[in-house]
């Protein structure tokens, strides 16, 4: 059934005061299926060990499986967002939950890194990746007065949805193992997010909004991906999440390293380990600025809330590399760093729908979304060749800091009039 039929199908009946309350159902429920597949990302490292003992690897061979994890995850989201484009996002989600539970369950299995590779790197790579696009491509649609809050309350689900499993899974790693442990997660998550998918509905064209954004998305063009990727305005939204992407998860994936040169890891603070504290308090601030950000840009808009977020990561890391050696600042400025990164996954997906519509808007994303996994090859093994090339994390730092103030800077100089003499010639 294509997603028009669905359309109609679904909601032609429903009447605006249902449809409003229907949207938040909506929202509950994405939360949910992203919060099903945080795990495999999120808790991967707490799993390494254990395989690394059972497998018989060094941890380099071993973490190629989250390199396919990610990258799989954000290379085909395009052809994934068509697909769910063309046969709604209920079945294709529903999928993606149980391929990513199901991930764990093989992964359980493997014997070897092929097999882990396979399974938790192919099949989980995929499966989010399904789930991640479709979700966030779902909640523009539903919420074109809120678009910013939508993508960012579910994009937060996927960031801090972990927090729930990470004490469960490491009291069941010592208890049970770590075969056992990815089973009987794997089922829990490939249930919950299969349960919660069930209740997903693409919206009919007259989802409620306020009559000034009724008026506002109806003068915006629904092109398509071909038709979009011929805009200069789109390969400029591309340019500035790559960057975005690359400063924070240079972080996310050389922080422990980092951390350890700077003398961090055996430093207690407020009475905890400054390492995990630091990477506590960071899901939680990684996870909160997605819909806080994204509500503000609702209403002072897009780009100005991006330059202020962006010279706020870049001025954060900047302190960050001047303090390094006192770990409360270490802890605290940590926390500011993700804050100011983590509403890219909110800001980029409202700003491309309002720009470019809604009707192929999870198609659109999707190939948005592939700057993510080349900001991941940039932030990971290229920054850890630059800081072994120059024996110092100053120039990482530096360039990490250079491209959040440069994004800012294109934000608010290039892309917003850009954006505005775009609206304005679909206008006429």
Known sequence: MNTRTQTLHDDASISPAAAAHNRWLQ?????????AIS?????????????????????????VTFSLLIILQTFFSPFQGKLID????????????????????????ATSTS??????????????????????????????????????AVAAGYGMGAIVTTFPITASLASRGIDATLWIYGIAFAVVGFVASQGLRTPNAVAPMKAATLAAASKVPDLRPSQMMKSPLFWLMFAMMTMMSTSGLMVTSQMATFAADFGITKVMVFGMAALPLALTIDRFTNGL???LFGWV?????????????????????????????????FVLLSGVVFFGWGEIF???????????????????????????????????????LLHQHAGSWTPVFASA???????????????????ARFLAAANR
């Open 346 to 384: 909110s800001l980029f997906p409202s700003t491309l729908t309002d720009t470019f519509g809604t009707r192929h808007a999870t198609e659109n994303y999707g190939w948005l979304y592939i700057s993510q996994g080349i900001g991941s090859i940039f932030g990971g093994p290229l920054a850890a």
């Open 27 to 35: 929202l509950a429920l994405g939360l949910v299926c992203m919060m």
């Open 86 to 109: 063309r046969f709604g996002p209920r079945l294709l989600i529903s999928l993606g939950t149980v391929m990513s539970g199901l991930s764990w369950v093989l992964a359980s299995m």
């Open 39 to 63: 795990s495999p990302q999120y808790v991967w490292t707490l799993l390494t060990k254990a395989l690394s003992a059972k497998l018989g690897v060094p941890l380099p061979e071993l973490q």
């Open 401 to 419: 800091i250079t491209l959040d103030i440069v994004t800012a800077v294109l934000a608010l100089f290039m892309l917003k009039p850009m954006r």
């Open 115 to 152: 097999m882990l590779y396979l399974t938790y790197g192919l099949v989980g790579g995929l499966g989010t990746g399904i789930v991640y696009v479709g979700v966030v491509g779902l909640m523009v649609r539903w919420f074109p007065d809120r678009r910013g809050f939508a993508a960012g």
């Open 297 to 329: 840009s609702d209403r002072f808009g897009r780009e100005n809330t991006m330059f202020f977020a962006f010279v706020l990561e870049g001025v954060a890391m900047a302190l960050w590399l001047m303090t390094r050696d006192n770990a409360v600042l």
């Open 289 to 291: 600025t997605r819909p």
